[in-house]
């Protein structure tokens, strides 16, 4: 008998989702150019769960500017970012970071499956 979902379970499945949406939709690195390996949030997962699976908070990052943010705080990643997506997109993010996001399995379902048709559809 398979295990009923759990609220960590579906997060995790979400953060996987938003890992494979990243890699098919940018294929470079947004900060040098190299390939895109992963997804990097902006904000992280854990200071905003209204950003934690909003995909305009996802940069594609390749694994060295992504270790080079995270283990040498390196500036430049986010610099290179905000050249790339511009003050606005900065104001935008910064505006919705503070705004609570409830999480219960229903809006975490619908918000996977609001995802899946993303991919399916493209950004």
């Known amino acids: 008998m398979p295990r009923k979902p759990t609220l ?28 895109c390996d992963v997804g990097h949030h902006y904000y992280t997962k854990g200071s ?8 305009a908070n996802i940069i594609p990052l390749c694994g060295k500017c992504h270790f080079s943010h995270h283990q040498k705080a390196d500036p430049r990643i986010h610099n290179a970012v905000l050249k ?17 996001f409830k999480v219960n399995m229903k809006i975490l379902n619908e918000l996977y499956l609001e995802l899946c048709q993303t991919k399916v559809d493209g950004i």
């Open 84 to 100: 790339v997506r511009g003050q606005v997109w900065h104001d935008e993010m910064t505006r919705l970071q503070p705004i609570p």
């Open 8 to 35: 960590k379970s579906i997060k995790k499945r979400l953060d996987d989702l938003i890992q494979v949406i990243t890699k098919e939709t940018w294929k470079y690195c947004e900060a040098c150019g190299a390939n």
């Open 48 to 55: 905003s769960n209204n950003l934690r699976w909003n995909m």
